[in-house]
């Protein structure tokens, strides 16, 4: 298993006292949101849908036909019903639906029009209207520059937080001051009593303008928490001061970090589904692209469980990268993509401590669909 690596080595820094759970243990949280049957882990703890075809990518472009056999066997396999009945599921008329992506790995990984298209499809045959579907990142310059606003339907509307990626992230414009993760943990050369400085805010998208989030999440490596998947799209895309989790070699605390922050009621209780887009996976040198470490793995996955949904994708990556001649992320040497001895891909397993899904691979459910 690889869990069982960073449970013995967890962090390596200025703070070598308290180990990742015990941060996520005292961080507290403010925030309030309706709970419903749709909250983590949703009406599918443990299962995860993997559907996987060939000809989703040819010469490097994602193929639209195949893609959306691959979102209708998904969503089908993981409700049980039909398309119309497993969209139905998760909205309904009079719901405001978010879509968060992930522009990061722009231009060499990113979701592109090929996968939203069926996800708006599938809005719409649950009587969402384009007009009460919002599609955001973080940050307006990565989310243009990738090209969505070109990519979303007449009347989709989009949004972000903040203008761009900056060091210091503690500014309140596109941010809910009622909503926030209070962990003493600062960035360097700031006081831990300096409130702005110890909290994360959530981001007034998902804590006012919708009432249902769906993840569209990317497989790929992350130098300080392993890998990139559901759990961290959420947590350093929907707060503010996230630099503070891994803001120099040593200093890493994504383990705790994560998992507190997903765990607030207003990103919990309004995350219901969670796809995970592997047509193309970075295996290495991320989060940022790397297009040597790029490859073609034709696979999509749907889960309500991000928890077992991540430690899938986790399994996916360190096979990739031990066929690849490479270590599992949990075992990673520094080079000259990545300075950090230690990573700390164990958030998947401390989010399932905490109750957000399912961590144990033997109570994982995992389906495996391949399409011709």
């Known amino acids: 298993m690889p869990c069982s ?12 006292i308290m180990t990742a759970s015990q941060f996520a243990l ?23 849908v993997a559907v996987q075809h060939p000809g989703s990518i040819v010469a490097g ?19 049980g019903g039909g398309w119309n009945e497993s969209w139905r599921l998760f ?26 298209g069926p996800i708006f499809d ?10 009460d579907i919002v599609v955001y990142d973080r940050y307006h310059d990565q989310f243009v520059t990738a090209g ?5 339907p007449p009347g989709v509307r989009w949004t972000s937080a903040a203008k761009d990626f900056e060091e210091v992230q503690q500014g309140m414009d596109g941010y809910d001051p009622d909503h926030y993760m209070d962990m003493a943990v600062t960035l360097p050369g700031y006081d831990a ?9 959530a981001a007034r998208f998902i804590t006012r303008d919708v009432n249902k989030l769906i993840n569209l999440c990317l ?43 997903v765990s607030m009621p207003v990103i919990r209780n309004k995350a219901v589904l969670h796809i995970l887009c592997g047509i193309q996976g970075q295996y290495h040198g991320g989060p940022g692209p790397q297009p040597e470490f790029i490859w073609e793995h034709k696979t999509m996955y749907f889960a309500t469980d991000p928890v077992a949904l991540d430690h899938v994708g986790w399994r996916a990556l360190d096979a990739k990268r031990v066929a690849m001649g490479m270590k599992p992320v949990a075992e990673n040497e520094p080079d000259k993509y990545n300075s950090r001895r230690i990573r700390q891909p164990e958030h998947i397993e401390i989010a399932g401590a905490m109750g957000l899904g399912v961590f144990d691979w033997n109570k994982i459910d995992l389906r495996k669909k391949s399409l011709a």
């Open 148 to 152: 969505f606003p070109g990519w979303l």
């Open 122 to 131: 599938g809005l719409r045959a649950a009587g969402i209207p384009n007009k």
């Open 91 to 116: 909205a309904q008329p009079g719901d405001v639906v978010g879509i968060k992506v992930n522009p990061v790995g722009s231009p060499n990984i990113v979701t592109g029009p090929e996968v939203l």
């Open 193 to 201: 009593s300096n409130l702005a400085a110890r909290r994360s805010y």
């Open 219 to 261: 497989l790929k490596d992350h130098g300080a928490a392993g890998v990139t998947l559901a759990l961290k799209n959420l947590s350093h895309g929907l707060v503010n001061n996230v630099n503070r989790s891994h803001s120099t070699k040593t200093i890493n605390v994504t383990g705790a970090f994560i998992p507190s922050v």
């Open 61 to 79: 472009k994602y193929q639209a036909d195949a893609v959306k056999q691959m979102m209708q066997t998904g969503m089908t396999e993981l409700t």
């Open 5 to 16: 690596f960073t449970r013995r080595r967890l962090l390596q820094s200025a703070l070598p």
């Open 26 to 48: 005292n961080a507290q949280t403010s925030s309030k949101a309706a709970a419903s049957k749709l909250a983590m882990p949703g009406p599918f703890p443990g299962r995860v």
